[in-house]
């Protein structure tokens, strides 16, 4: 969200007129901001009025022209987003005659423009003239350009939510238009398969929680022995002594170890 604030100042040669129209307009306006696109014959903000809007609705086929040879533009809007606003500027002679224009120039709506402005993509004639077939273009544009104004209802969708798109026509009908993709407004689907991979998740996270508790609580409370290996049989031989009879074999060793 911000604010938009824009001053073109336009000289053309003298003996020319200048003309703006619409190129594009993608704009998005929150509660509680203003707008406005005001254009001036001359080249200051006091110079006589052209063109007053308060609301954007008059922007879509928008086409003005001057009587001087210059133009001042002012375009403001507070809370507001999107890509902006981008007019279009020709210089051009009013003739009543096609046989009035000179060698390199194109007659439409009583105006004589430069060739170079023909096909283009903007209506510099403000009738679509230089971008017409008659105009010799490829690709001729039949209608003007409509502009797109995105509208916010509430403070709380300033952040959280992508507004529908509403296109304004030029009588103004206002048309409501789906929302994006991903703005949040619509239905979400829910994938089931998603929700049985989270439940086996959680599933298989508690049993592992649950050994491995019982196995170290049972290390540490076990005591184990190393059971008594059988002694090896010892080969005894009596020896003779006084009493006759040989030492008796020492009894076998057992050692017990305790963990």
């Not at 100042?9 to 005001?38: C, I, N, Q, T």
């Not at 090896?232 to 074999?249: D, F, V």
Request: aromatic content about 6%.
């Amino acid at each position: 969200v911000a604010n938009m604030d824009c001053l073109w100042r336009v000289s053309v040669p003298v003996g020319h007129k200048v003309g703006v129209s619409l190129h594009r307009a993608d704009l998005r306006l929150y509660p509680g901001g203003d707008f406005l696109l005001e254009a001036r014959d001359g080249l200051t903000s006091v110079s006589a009025p052209v063109l007053s809007l308060t609301e954007p609705s008059g922007l879509s086929g928008l086409s003005v022209a001057t009587t001087s040879n210059s133009l001042y533009v002012r375009f403001r809007a507070t809370r507001c987003g999107g890509a902006g606003l981008a007019l279009a500027f020709a210089a051009f002679t009013y003739s009543g005659a096609i046989s009035v224009c000179t060698r390199g120039e194109f007659y439409c709506a009583g105006r004589c423009i430069d060739l170079l402005l023909l096909c283009d993509g903007v209506d510099h004639c403000g009738n679509l003239g230089d971008e017409s077939e008659a105009a010799g273009c490829p690709n001729p544009i039949t209608h003007r350009p409509i502009a797109n104004i995105s509208i916010g209802s509430s403070q709380s969708e300033l952040d959280t939510r992508q507004p529908g798109t509403v296109v304004l026509q030029p009588n103004p009908t206002v048309v409501a238009g789906p929302d994006p993709p991903g703005s949040g407004t619509a239905d979400t689907a829910i994938n089931p398969r998603a929700i049985v991979c989270g439940v086996v998740g959680v599933i298989v996270t508690v049993f592992l929680f649950i050994v491995i508790s019982v196995c170290w609580t049972k290390l540490r409370r076990s005591r184990c022995s190393v059971a008594p290996q059988p002694p090896e049989s010892i080969l005894y031989t009596p020896t003779a002594n006084r009493g006759g009879a040989g030492s008796p074999p020492p009894p076998p060793c057992i050692n017990h170890a305790r963990f």
